[in-house]
């Protein structure tokens, strides 16, 4: 019975120790997980994903992807926002790691990337119940798929992108390659405001648009960057 409990403790500790350095060895594994992922994505779903892809970037693929059947309700979409939770945890982590250095001195570095993982997700949540709420007040409730949509677009072609140059800085610690990420998402972020734009400008006019978007699609990065720099402070 000693014996058992000494190779469970020494166990329990092992994991603990895997988990709390610093070195690659778990973000390889979650690295694995969404590469695991998006093998499944190309491999079971190839015509759907690709059009996905695409749709951000020109109606027509949109229109087949609409032919295609409900996209909400398929397997595909659990596991592209898998895909798309694992890899952008990856590159927040990496991000506060470099900017926010002193907030690793207060938890440990895998336990910051689970509170990242879950800002995300309720960042997620969020910005579905506020855009539910907005097409319902604007009375534009058959353009919510369109709404929803254009926001998955634009994040599984963030995170497909971003994907390699995650992966390439987990080896390389090669800053330049990690910002590359920043104009793609900028010139996506803007396609997809400009699609969100046009899809009913006779009941939305422009400025409670501008008024919307930058509330609720632009503001919360900028809180979370201030909840960061007072962490950070906190910290030192």
């Given at each position: 019975m000693e014996v058992f409990n000494a190779a469970n403790s020494l166990l329990n500790a092992s994991i603990?120790?895997?988990?709390?350095?610093?070195?690659t060895d778990w973000i390889t594994l979650i690295l694995l997980a969404a590469l695991v992922i998006l093998t499944l994505l190309f491999t079971l779903h190839r015509?759907?994903?690709?059009?996905?892809?695409r749709s951000l970037y020109s109606s027509r693929y949109f229109t087949q992807l609409s032919h295609e059947g409900k996209i909400f309700e398929e397997?595909?979409?659990?596991?592209?926002?898998?895909?798309?939770?694992l890899t952008q945890s990856v590159f927040f982590y990496f991000i506060i790691e470099i900017y926010f250095p002193s907030i690793f001195a207060v938890k440990p570095p895998f336990f910051t990337f689970l509170i990242i993982m879950g800002i995300?997700?309720?960042?997620?949540?969020?910005k579905c119940?506020?855009?539910?709420s907005f097409t319902y007040l604007y009375d534009i409730k058959s353009d919510r798929t369109t709404?929803?949509?254009?926001?998955?677009f634009t994040q599984s072609s963030n995170s497909l992108i971003l994907f390699p140059l995650v992966v390439t800085f987990t080896y390389t610690s090669f800053l330049p390659v990690l910002l590359l990420y920043i104009p793609v998402f900028s010139a996506n972020f803007l396609i997809?405001?400009?699609?969100?734009?046009?899809?009913?400008?006779?009941?939305?006019?422009p400025f409670h648009f501008f008024v919307?978007?930058?509330?609720?699609?632009?503001?919360?990065?900028?809180?979370?960057?201030?909840?960061?720099?007072?962490?950070?402070n906190q910290a030192l």
């Open positions: 603990f120790s895997f988990f709390a350095t610093d070195t015509r759907k994903y690709t059009l996905l892809l397997r595909i979409y659990l596991f592209d926002l898998a895909f798309i939770l995300l997700v309720l960042d997620f949540v969020f119940f506020m855009t539910f709404f929803f949509s254009y926001k998955l997809m405001a400009y699609r969100l734009f046009l899809l009913n400008r006779k009941k939305i006019r919307y978007f930058c509330t609720f699609e632009i503001l919360p990065y900028l809180i979370l960057v201030k909840i960061l720099l007072i962490l950070d």
